[in-house]
């Protein structure tokens, strides 16, 4: 059964260990599951899982785009 829930940056954070500006720099640098409800970032656990499985949290790619702070 597939949950019904949005979950919000902190959540992801939460559910992969990392901190939430990482979730935000995966947004936008490594295409991070994610959809724009007004201000706020929401996800689906599945969309985000699936994406981790499939390489795309992977760190050892040089993707060629440099990360500012």
Known sequence: ???????SVDEIAAHLGIARDTV???????????HR???LWKFKLEEVDKWVRAGGADTTHNDNKKWTR
């Open 37 to 39: 409800v007004g201000r």
């Open 1 to 7: 059964m597939t949950d019904p829930r949005w979950h």
């Open 24 to 34: 935000y720099r995966w947004i936008e640098h490594k295409e991070l599951p994610a």
